[in-house]
Structures are given as structure tokens and as C-alpha cells.
């Protein structure tokens, strides 16, 4: 679905299964999984990838291109999109991520530009931040869009759960 309300397929969803350390307050083990009630169709393989897991010890440098996708808000004045929304992000370090929110844990990771521009925003939480390997190689799932402070704003990036600290989990 790239527009909103043209979904060609909807799925039911058989259970939903929470990390049992998830804290509502630090949104420490901010990761759920959801399982069909059916399989996808195989119909829609040739408009639907899948997305690698990165192993535990996969790192992202500065030559992976990652996106954040999303439905959510354009802004902090809400203003909700029809059409699927991307943002190209840089990866912070935990330094640098531990500079504009104090204690992050290591299940977290910042993600954004320094003027703030690009971001995910409210309504884009659970969506996905997408590295694409150096040279046009496999994308992997690196992060889920998990909290923030406000949308856009410069030095304050987007906090996202870190995947690979759950792939044995996942």
C-alpha cells in the first residue's frame, strides 16, 4: 500500500507476542511480533520483499544508506500524509545519541541529521529503519522507530530498538 486507504490486501492477525522485559516508561525492549492468521499470498511476491535480519554482530557504517518509512505525522503540527512517507537518516553512535538524551540503553539506537529535517514522527512508531548494504547490497531491518523528543527538531534525532540485539529473540 503506498496510498493510503488502497490497501490490496489485509491481513488478519492471530496473536501478538510482546517482549516480556518491555518498560512502558524507558521504552527499554520496545520490539513485539505479530503472526498472521494466514500466510501472505504469494501473489503479492513480486510487490512485497522481505527485509534481512542483521546477525547480533552486524554493524552499520557510514556507507550504508538507511530510510525511515512511515505513516505517521509530517510535523509536530500533525499534519497526517496520503501517501507513504521516506526519509534518508544517518546512524549516530551511542556517544553521540547518549549527548542529546542521557541514558540510552544498548537496545537503542539514534538515528537522524543534525539540522533535524529528516525524522520519523508520531504515528510512525513499530515502522522501519532500512539499511541498504554498501554497493546496492541486501537491505536489513536495523531499527524500529521506538520514541523521540518532538519531530524534526535539529540535535534531538529519532530513538529507534536496535534489531540486531533481539534477532535470537525474533
Not at 17 to 41: G, R, S
Not at 111 to 118: F, L
Not at 133 to 160: D, E, K, Q, T
Amino acid at each position: 500500500m503506498l496510498t493510503q486507504g488502497s490497501a490490496k490486501h489485509v491481513a488478519e492477525i492471530q496473536r501478538i507476542v510482546v517482549h516480556e522485559y518491555y518498560n512502558a516508561y524507558t521504552f527499554d525492549y520496545d520490539i513485539a511480533l505479530l503472526q498472521l492468521k494466514k500466510p501472505w499470498p504469494s501473489s503479492l511476491g513480486p510487490l512485497v520483499q522481505p527485509v534481512c535480519l542483521p546477525p547480533t554482530s552486524h554493524t552499520v557504517t557510514d556507507s550504508h544508506r538507511c530510510w525511515v518509512t512511515g505513516w505517521g505525522y509530517r510535523s509536530e503540527e500533525k499534519v497526517l500524509p496520503t501517501v507513504l512517507q521516506k526519509a534518508e537518516v544517518s546512524i549516530l553512535s551511542q556517544t553521540e545519541c547518549k549527548r542529546s538524551y542521557g541514558p540510552v540503553s544498548p537496545r537503542m539506537l539514534c538515528a537522524g541529521v543534525p539540522s533535524g529535517e529528516r525524522d520519523a514522527c508520531r504515528g510512525d512508531s513499530g515502522g522501519p529503519l532500512s539499511c541498504q548494504a554498501p554497493g546496492g547490497g541486501r537491505w536489513f531491518l536495523i531499527g524500529i522507530v521506538s520514541w523521540g523528543a518532538g519531530c524534526g527538531r535539529p540535535n534531538l534525532p529519532g530513538v529507534y530498538t536496535r534489531v540486531n540485539k533481539f534477532t535470537s529473540w525474533i
